[in-house]
């Protein structure tokens, strides 16, 4: 796949490419944010890798720049030193489908990588099951089974718990949520989501006791969390 990556480091940006390349993708490093948008108006890119850090042109003007003029949104995984959750929320905000947070791992890398991948072409990508925990998504037959017990989903209601699970510990905005279960030209209803979280909630028991945490982050969206089991019964016992 052909992965842009912008960077105001010359050796970030190799590295990131080496990396990338070594995985089997087409790494093309840039500088500038405008050589990077002239790139993307010539012939496109599958993915996006910006750095926070400011070129010419901030990750924030790149991704609006994404969003207003590109027919099919590009995915962007934002880098950044910066570890905080209200930085996170803020890249996510303006646009980014997913973090990275600084020192460079080359493990974790290829990964976010190629989750990001088959979110958005899953006709490229589309394993059969795929397992948290005791947790079966069966994506050809939309079955999902809990320690081998079948749960009744509707399809969005399967949708939106594996794309939960997929973004495991990470904020999703209402927005996003909303843009991959239901699709971006749908005018769906505020509360809609809303049932569908506390249904799937319910149907999955994403509960402490049970290990996890479907919460909602403060204007902005929901987070399913992996509770540990001392997490889990101080919780329980707040309630």
């Not at 940006?13 to 490093?29: D, K, M, P, Q, W």
């Not at 899953?122 to 079966?136: A, D, K």
């Amino acid at each position: 796949m052909r992965i842009a990556v912008l960077d105001h480091d010359a050796t970030e940006r190799e590295l990131v490419c080496s990396i990338l390349n070594a995985a089997g993708h087409t790494g093309y490093a840039y500088h500038s944010g405008t050589d990077l948008i002239h790139h993307l108006n010539r012939t496109g890119a599958d993915l996006l890798i910006l750095d926070w850090q400011d070129t010419d042109l901030s990750c924030i003007e790149v991704m609006h720049w994404i969003r207003e003029k590109q027919q099919m949104a590009t995915p962007v995984l934002l880098m950044t030193s910066r570890a905080s959750e209200d930085d996170i929320v803020d890249g996510l905000a303006a646009g980014a489908n997913d973090y990275l947070i600084k020192p460079l791992r080359r493990v974790e890398l290829v990964t976010r990588v190629q989750a990001l991948l088959r979110r958005t072409y899953p006709n490229l990508h589309t394993p059969e099951n795929l397992n948290f925990g005791p947790y079966v998504f069966e994506t050809r037959s939309a079955r999902l089974t809990v320690a081998g017990l079948a749960i009744e989903l509707t399809q969005k209601e399967f949708d939106l718990g594996l794309l939960l699970f997929r973004n495991l510990g990470r904020p999703l905005s209402r927005a996003y949520i909303l843009d991959e279960v239901w699709s971006r030209d749908a005018d769906i209803p505020s509360r809609t989501l809303d049932t569908h979280i506390s249904r799937v909630r319910n149907k999955l028991q994403l509960k402490p006791e049970h290990g996890f945490r479907l919460a909602p982050v403060y204007s902005y969206g929901y987070r399913l969390e992996q509770i540990t089991s001392e997490c889990a019964e101080s919780l329980t016992k707040t309630h």
